[in-house]
Structure formats: C-alpha cells, structure tokens
C-alpha cells in the first residue's frame, strides 16, 4: 500500500490549492481514504474523508463549505480542492487510508488509520 500526497504550496489568504493523494495497493471500493493536517504544536486532525462503503463525504467544520473531496476512479487519485484558504489552514497535509468503514464519530480520527503517505506543507501568508 502507498500514497503519495502532492499539491501542497505557498499562497495568500483567500487563495485556492488542490491537493492530489496518488495511491496504489488498494480499491476505494473496500477502503475509506481522507485527508489530514498538522500544525506545529498540535495534534493531527482530520479535514475530509471518503467512507466505505457508502462513498459518503464528511468534512470537518473548520472548513466545511470551502475544501471539497473527490475521487479520480480513472488514475487512482484524490483529490482535495482548498478555497478561501486562511492562515489557520497552514499545515502540513496528509493523505491516510483505512480498510473497511468506520462509525460517523470515528471517521475523521487520524488514530483509525493504518496507512500514511508522507505530507505536504500548505502555507496561508500573506
């Protein structure tokens, strides 16, 4: 199992970024795959999530209405478009995956993960 995440960069508040998680060694079909972020000094936490196996989306509500999950059935890849970016966004982001579904309260715990690609700095500066 890999996943590779990629997008990451330097970019105002207010400004977009789209993150891409390449990944192989597994189908979205019997695994739920989402984003992550970690800010210096504190703990991982989850953005966004695709469950199994409902394909249901859950967001976080730090950025609820302005970061959107999707999956690319075609090349292995998920994506996460960022709008409205601000500077309390400013992490480093990762993309994890999991076997098998998860309760609602569960799904955005980083600690239910079992596989981790390595992560990409997102800066919000002005």
């Known amino acids: 199992v890999q996943l590779q995440a990629s997008g990451g960069g330097l970019v105002q508040p207010g400004g977009s970024l789209r993150l891409s998680c390449a990944f192989s060694g597994f189908t979205l079909d019997y695994h739920s795959i989402g984003w992550f972020r970690q800010a210096p000094g504190k703990e991982r936490e989850g953005v966004s999530i695709?469950?199994?196996?409902?394909?249901?989306?859950r967001y976080d509500d730090s950025v609820e209405g302005r970061f959107t999950i999707s999956r690319d059935n075609t090349k292995n890849l998920v994506h996460l478009q960022m709008n409205e970016l601000k500077p309390e966004d400013t992490a480093i982001y990762y993309c994890a995956a999991r076997k098998g579904r998860l309760v609602v309260s569960a799904q955005l715990d980083a600690r239910q993960y079992e596989y981790w690609g390595q992560g990409t700095q997102v800066t919000v500066s002005s």
């Open positions: 695709i469950s199994r196996p409902d394909g249901r989306t």
